[in-house]
């Protein structure tokens, strides 16, 4: 999956647990939020893998559909 840095559009790497925009030197972290209701979903991982689930009504949620939001850290 690519992240692209929400100030100046370029890719951002993974660094420790968070997203870094080597153009902006800003970190960001990532939430995954519903495409139908838009409200955070829940991460589930296990084995390796991560699924996503809505606890509104809208059960798992495949990965094709997550919609990532970035924010910056410490916010």
Not at 23 to 48: F, N, R
Request: negative net charge.
């Amino acid at each position: 999956m690519d992240a692209y840095c929400p100030v100046c559009g370029q890719p951002m790497s993974w660094v420790s647990g968070h997203f870094h925009c080597d153009t902006c030197h800003a970190e960001y972290k990532q939430t995954p939020h519903c495409p139908d209701c838009h409200l955070p979903l829940q991460a589930l991982k296990a084995c390796g893998a991560v699924d996503y689930f809505c606890q509104n009504e809208h059960g798992m949620i495949s990965k094709k559909r997550v919609v990532f939001s970035y924010a910056p850290l410490g916010d």
